[in-house]
């Protein structure tokens, strides 16, 4: 059976920003002369200062650095607001929909509707608040926000005035919002009272007080009513948001700041370790972020623009916020889940907003494809004209539903694969340029260099599969982890000399389209969330009766992956049901409800080989339900661990 091909509709060929010879020829452009590319389209900023130097990057560790535009300065909430307002002061920036939808009596919530001049006065107080509270330029800001507006004014107003952001999910545990304010050093955290999601209440300002136990660095919190719940109040550390807002003057200069000055640091979990900080600059972040937005999704200021990320994860970052707004479009904002009240739910938000764009993930669309067609046809979506996902590779199955039943066989998806640490999309269709395959994330974005490896680091041609390397810098890379350079070079450069290793593995086919095929690293990807195995396994040993323990990923419908622990537990103890069930509480407790294991196999010992290491590979591939060959097991020092594991297997 062949690969089915969708041609680009002549109507986007026609009209779209880019087309097919117009992608050839600016792709070329953009990899042959970098510098005389990247000059032009820096130009996209307003820049304070103009930059005269364009690139200046290497990836060997003699000369290693990341550095662009770095003579030039910019504020990028300026960038994002004031620029816009002369032109599109009334226009809306943000279009905020609550949790739960308006009831037909006319009860519930209404949605939100604020503008750039509004978003641009809300962001100034708030900056004037920070400055308030002390905060200087290069400080970083710890944000544990739910989807409300207010989170992009935090984002923003950072931005402003220099300081870092730092956001954590408002999905992760006390501990691991602990962890994250201790690595960068942080003295404010900005939560709320409560999040809404899904018609749940989650208990924000408590898990707050929680981890501040653990940081006594920390002097203040701004706190958002969002449900009105009666919370903890601290005098003297906690401040209502509010009304200290409303004190500040509407007034705030954005500052001055460098190209290469920190604009926020992420933490995503990687193969070893706890999770690092990614840390992304200003003025190359900025170029990418907006320049992607645009060309990606073809955007024209006016149209209707939903990405369904959250604002925790890199994807709401550029695709929420920072790309949308530079471009002055009108961004909605989600604070709800696909499923509440019910399985309607984003298609009634595109109908109710006339949304034109929507950009999901994977492991939404196949949660709503189980619950059938009907949800998805019996509401309009005619304003709908591209489609997008991101996050995991999309299986042929689910894109031919977004495709057909979602975009009603009408409009292209731009699968875009890209990563916290690249800032943004790298391999992607454009709309009106590349015809589709189902499942490939097909072409590179301008100034995109990707390269596939063999294990060896030998250079890979043609079709074939490899490791997937980006082999020259790209204006919105990640410049650094946060407190850990070192780490930062040895994690991505030093694997294969003198590329930027992305931990996937790739296949590429005839006609040089990119097909993701998942992680090769010790990274799991659960519901399009990065996991990293040792980040669990750290967690199940930190309980009394665990002595080892070993995760791996497994095939799951909805979740792309799901998460596979072994344990071994101290000798005294007796596995059963109740401990089990403790375990996934443990985790659930320790890091957030999306490490939730969905096995747990006791075995009275992992496989290990005489050195004392793990046999992973062993075990990967009980996780995969492959087991009729394990390979050479010939090493191990006690070979009778693995028929234990295999009899008690989960499938
Ligand atoms: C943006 C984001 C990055 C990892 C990445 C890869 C997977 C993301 C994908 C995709 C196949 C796509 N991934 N997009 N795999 N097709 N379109 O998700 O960042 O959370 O850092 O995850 O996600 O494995 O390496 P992040």
Redesign the pocket.
């Known amino acids: 059976m062949g690969e089915a091909v969708y041609p680009v509709p002549s109507e986007w060929a026609q009209n779209a920003l880019v087309d097919a010879a117009g992608y050839d020829e600016m792709y070329r452009q953009s990899v042959e002369n970098p510098e005389a590319f990247w000059a032009e389209h820096g130009q996209r900023l307003d820049w304070i200062k103009p930059f005269t130097k364009v690139k200046n990057t290497s990836f060997d560790e003699a000369d290693f650095g990341i550095r662009w535009f770095e003579d030039g300065t910019l504020n990028l909430s300026a960038n994002c607001l004031d620029r816009h307002l002369a032109t599109r002061g009334d226009a809306i920036a943000i279009l905020w929909e609550p949790d739960g939808p308006m009831k037909a009596d006319g009860g519930g919530e209404p949605h939100r509707e604020i503008t750039y001049r509004q978003l641009h006065e809300d962001v100034c107080r708030f900056a004037n608040l920070l400055k308030a509270k002390g905060v200087q330029k290069g400080e970083r800001v710890t944000i544990y926000l739910p989807m409300v507006p207010e989170a992009a004014v935090a984002m923003l107003a950072c931005a402003r005035i220099g300081a870092i952001h730092s956001i954590v999910f408002a999905g992760f545990s006390p501990d691991a919002l602990a962890g994250r304010i201790t690595d960068c050093d942080s003295r404010i955290v900005l939560t709320s009272d409560e999040g809404l999601r899904g018609g749940k209440k989650v208990p924000l300002k408590a898990n707050v007080d929680e981890a501040l136990k653990q940081c006594p660095g920390v002097d203040t919190v701004i706190m958002l009513r969002r449900t009105g719940a009666d919370v903890g109040f601290v005098e003297g550390r906690d401040v209502d948001w509010a009304s200290a807002a409303a004190q500040q003057s509407a007034d705030c200069a954005p500052e001055e700041i460098g190209a290469e000055d920190p604009l926020f640091i992420l933490y995503?979990s990687g193969s070893t370790g706890k999770p690092k900080g990614v840390l992304h600059t200003t003025g190359g972040y900025a170029v990418w972020a907006s320049m992607t937005h645009q060309y990606v999704f073809d955007y024209r200021p006016g149209q209707i623009y939903w990405c369904a990320a959250d604002i925790g994860?890199?994807?709401g970052h550029s695709y929420v916020v920072y790309g949308p707004l530079m471009n002055g479009a009108t961004t909605v904002m989600f604070e709800g889940v696909p499923n509440f009240p019910d399985a309607s739910r984003f298609w009634q938000v595109v109908d109710k907003f006339k949304v034109e764009i929507f950009y999901g993930a994977p492991t939404a669309l196949r949660a709503l494809m189980r619950e059938g067609d009907d949800w998805v046809t019996k509401t309009s979506r005619a304003s709908l004209r591209l489609l997008g996902?991101?996050?995991?590779?999309i299986n042929p199955e689910a894109w031919e539903w977004y495709h057909k039943v979602v975009g009603d066989s009408r409009c292209p998806i731009v699968?875009?694969?890209?990563?916290?640490e690249t800032g943004g999309a790298m391999i992607t269709p454009l709309p009106g340029a590349t015809p589709l395959k189902p499942g490939s994330?097909s072409r590179p974005f301008f100034g995109v260099k990707p390269a596939l490896l063999d294990n060896d680091g030998a250079l890979l041609e043609g079709a074939t599969d490899g490791c997937l390397v980006i082999t020259d810098s790209w204006p919105g890379q990640m410049r650094s982890v946060w407190g850990d350079h070192e780490r930062f070079f040895q994690t991505y450069f030093s694997t294969f000399k003198g590329m930027y290793f992305?931990?996937?593995g790739c296949r590429r086919d005839e006609d040089g389209y990119y097909w993701?095929t998942?992680?090769i690293d010790d990274v799991i990807?659960v519901s399009?969330?990065?996991m990293g195995t040792a980040e669990i396994e750290s967690a199940l040993v930190a309980h009394s009766k665990v002595a080892e323990a070993a995760v791996v990923g497994m095939p799951h419908d909805i979740k792309g992956q799901g998460i596979y622990a072994f344990v071994t537990c101290n000798v005294e103890v007796e596995p059963d049901e109740a401990l089990r069930r403790e375990l996934v509480a443990w985790v659930r407790h320790e890091i957030g409800p999306i490490a939730t294991p969905d096995v747990i196999q006791f075995a009275p010992g992992l496989p290990k080989t005489r050195s004392g290491k793990i046999m992973r590979r062993i075990l990967r591939k009980i996780g995969e339900n492959d087991v009729s060959n394990l390979g050479d097991t010939s090493t191990l020092a006690d070979p009778s661990v693995v028929d234990h594991l295999l009899k008690y297997r989960a499938f």
């Open positions: 995503t994860w890199v994807t996902s991101v996050g995991e590779p699968d875009t694969w890209w990563q916290t994330a992305t931990g996937d993701i998942g992680r990807n399009g969330h990065r």
